[in-house]
């Protein structure tokens, strides 16, 4: 018996029962992914007992050579992996690494401009309900309805509302991050040009996505995704944002602290260096490459079962189903897929015609199957599994009353609890992914 299980069975049963949920199932939400025992034993570690405001030689607290020891060492590792001038490991999270972006180079009303959230865009990349958009002036672009980045559109916002600053990267994008064409359009404007590489900075680390760094100056990630760290973040300084502006590794850093955040969490930034030396390895690379082949194997197979995918397939990690034409949806079938083990989740299409409650699409990702050893033999099979249920719940369309709604949803979920097709491809998954394990569990 644990600690944990005689002291507190209740959290202790919730960790059981999500670490059996964890291995009994398909985990295709692309933003996840599992960590090495490594990347848990520093999270798990006496780091967190620990308070160190300011940075490494400047403290707030007494007590921190030790954590100067860990902070530095994961901020020379992201320097050396990403080729950046000035790295901050301090960032709770995505979120909050943004927004010190913002905090740290634009006055509150400036112009920005990022990707729609609709389109792919991340929320903190000036979405209206977020504090990004309450703040700062936002001019979201959009993509084409061949699902690429609408340029033409991003000019046009250039030319007549002049961004102080613009975001590439997104959350839902299933093509290459055109860094270059966004650098000339920036630049061309003075513009600060910050990527958001959360989702695929393991598959740049890996030199499997071209890198922003000669393009921009500014670079956010989260550690959490492909990268395959802790929850966390980091902004990066490129030398191109040095040139840009020699002040701006400082300005980021007041932007986190004292600017937005206190202590820093030590027990994820000793498991952030941990994972950013994983990640330095020709393993990783392998990994990396093996994500991207998944996906082509998904591609090919959903493509030769007629199942329509946005923009056609997908250059990096993910794929968006398109349902609109399957009589059905991605709040449907991510309801579905969760009753067969498989979790993904609904996510709006270029172009949405139905809700982003509703929404017409599914987003797809093979970063944590690849962890756990998943091969193209394999991503045949995760192909069938999903092919199945889309044809399985053909016809499981929406009201067109809005007020019925609600009802259907609640019938829909009812039925899907009780279908015996559903449970037994459940079973069929539960049984095949005894063979791969996941770090921890
Ligand atoms: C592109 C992008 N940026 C930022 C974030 C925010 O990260 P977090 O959820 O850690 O705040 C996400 C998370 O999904 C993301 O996809």
Known sequence: MSNLQTQDPIISKAIEAEAKRQFEGLELIPSENYVSESVLEAMGSILTNK???????????GGNTHIDVIEQEAIDRAKALFGVEHVNVQPYSGSPANFA???????????????????????THGWKVSATAKFFESHPYHVLPNGHTDFEELKRIAKEFKPKLIWCGATAYPRTIEFAQFAEIADSIGAYLVADISHISGLVAAG????????????????????????????????????????????????????????????????????????ATPEFKEYAKQIVKNTKTLEQEFSKAGIKMVSGGSDNHLLLLDLSVNGTLGSQLEYAMDVAHMTANKN??????????????????????????????????????????????EGDALPKEQSERAGFIKAIHTK??????????????????????????
Request: hydrophobic share 35%; aromatic share 8%.
């Open 51 to 61: 308070y160190s405001e300011g940075f490494a030689g400047h403290r707030y607290y």
């Open 101 to 123: 972006v913002y905090n740290a180079v634009l006055e509150p009303g400036d112009p920005v401009s990022g990707m729609n959230l609709l389109d792919g865009g991340h929320l």
């Open 208 to 279: 499997v996505h071209e890198s922003p760094v000669p393009y921009v100056h500014i670079v956010t990630t989260t550690t959490h995704k492909t990268l395959r760290g802790p929850r966390g973040a980091m902004i990066m300084v490129t030398k191109k944002g040095l040139e840009k502006d020699p002040g701006l590794a400082s300005k980021i850093d007041k932007a986190i602290f004292p600017g937005l955040q206190g202590g820093p969490h030590n027990h994820t930034t000793a498991a952030i260096a941990v994972a950013l030396k994983e990640a």
């Open 348 to 393: 709006t299409i270029p172009g949405e015609k139905s809700s982003p409650y509703y929404p017409s699409g599914l987003r797809l990702g093979t970063p944590a199957l690849t962890t756990r050893g998943f091969k193209e033999a394999d991503m045949v099979h995760v192909a069938d599994w999903i092919v199945r249920v889309i044809h399985h719940i």
């Open 416 to 441: 899907y609890d009780a279908d015996p097709f559903l449970k037994k491809i459940g079973e069929e998954i539960k049984s095949y992914t005894k063979a791969f394990p996941i770090p921890g569990i």
